[in-house]
């Protein structure tokens, strides 16, 4: 599951940044480049709610080989066509497959993860994924491939993860304690309100803010290789920060790291401000971003394990998912539109608003919180 899991971000990855500069070359607003890009996970929000009763009827296994085809189908067919109009229709097609592998998925590596070094597994686990999605946007500048081609091999790597999990220890996995009792989305929303809002802040930056920059970058003057290498650094950050993440999850209280991790986005976010003047803070800001807003879907996943081990972590998964997932339908769209009406110091000033909430979040947080390890 972790290895196909990984295929298909380094496929999302890849393909973000390059189907944002195409958009950009054909000379579409930064807004709709934003709107674009806020589909898929719409979907995937919406999508969500519904999956465990489609994991109870069919099986998370075969729901989550099910939602792979149909990214794979969409991903192929922005190969197929040039038109704006499509390519939304199927960047909702690729959400309503992304619903089912993304829970599927994260609810079996949280359940099956060992509680005392859930932090530990998971960061290795989500390691992987950042450097996934660290790697996939230079592979338009390593590989001399057309921009088709590219959308072509995003899809075979989606094809090659469902190859992978065709293994009848897969199908065996189960993501829920037998006998336990059922639990809704809203149940769950309402049992763990404040780490929800900060997996809707994770999801703003770290992924809700990829095709945006890109698309900045290439407003600015950069060429197609520089703008996606932004997404690129930006997954870099990711990367880097997943394993000590988790390390910190297991070994302090969940209020202080997720205070830290907020303070840390409003720097970042506010050093964009001056990026007309020194192009290399797009760079730093997406750095911090990708590190901070990966970090931070994160822990919420590890405490959402350990707040709902008397359950099911699809529930506690879904809820996570589904506030990540807003975050990053919300991030295109808005800081599109703000980049475009009030320029980089309107996106500098909501983003560090933002940022504040998460230290709001983690301040209302328990103090009798303890790491897994305490």
């Not at 790291?257 to 050093?271: K, R, T």
């Not at 359950?311 to 703000?338: E, N, R």
Request: glycine share 10%; net charge positive.
């Amino acid at each position: 599951m972790a290895i196909a899991a990984t295929l298909v971000v380094l496929s999302f990855s890849m393909l973000t940044p390059v189907l944002a500069v195409r958009l950009q070359k054909a000379g579409e607003s930064t807004s709709a480049i934003g709107a674009f890009a806020m589909l898929t996970f719409l979907s995937v929000a919406l999508m969500v709610p519904l999956m465990p009763r489609v994991f109870a009827r069919l099986g998370v296994a075969r729901a989550y080989r099910l939602g792979l085809m149909l990214e794979a189908a969409a991903t192929l067919g922005y190969a197929l066509t040039d038109r704006y109009g499509w390519w939304c229709v199927l960047s909702v097609l690729a959400g309503v497959g992304a619903a089912a592998a993304w829970n599927g998925a994260e609810a079996l590596i949280a359940y099956n993860a060992p509680p005392e070094r859930r932090g530990r597994f998971t960061g290795m686990y989500q390691t992987a994924l950042g450097g996934a999605l660290a790697l996939g946007p230079f592979l338009p500048s390593l590989l001399p491939l057309s921009p088709r081609a590219l959308t072509v091999l995003a899809a075979a790597a989606l094809l090659l993860a469902i190859a992978v999990t065709l293994s009848p220890g897969v199908s065996q996995l189960r993501a829920s304690r037998v006998g336990a009792a059922s639990m809704g989305l809203t149940a769950a929303l309402r049992r763990v309100p404040g780490l929800a809002w900060v997996a809707c802040a994770g999801g703003m930056f770290e992924v809700g803010l990829t095709a945006v920059s890109s698309a900045y970058g290439s407003k600015l003057g950069l060429s197609l290789a520089s703008a996606a290498s932004i997404a690129g650094v930006l997954g870099a950050g990711s990367f880097l920060l997943q394993y000590p993440s988790g390390w910190l999850a297991d070994h302090v209280a969940p209020r202080r790291v997720f205070a830290s991790a907020g303070w840390l986005l409003v720097a970042g976010s506010l050093s964009f401000a001056w990026v007309t003047q020194w192009h290399s803070l797009l760079w730093v800001s997406a750095f911090v971003w990708g590190a901070v807003g990966g970090s931070l879907y994160t822990l919420t996943m590890i405490r959402v394990a350990h707040e709902f081990a008397d359950s099911s972590a699809v529930a506690g998964a879904a809820a996570m998912i589904v506030s990540y997932t807003l975050g990053g339908a919300i991030g295109p769209a808005f800081s599109g539109w703000m980049l475009d009406r009030f320029g980089v110091v309107g996106q500098a000033a909501w983003l560090s608003v933002m940022a504040l909430s998460v230290v709001w979040a983690a301040w209302r947080m328990s103090a009798g919180a303890r790491s897994a390890r305490a």
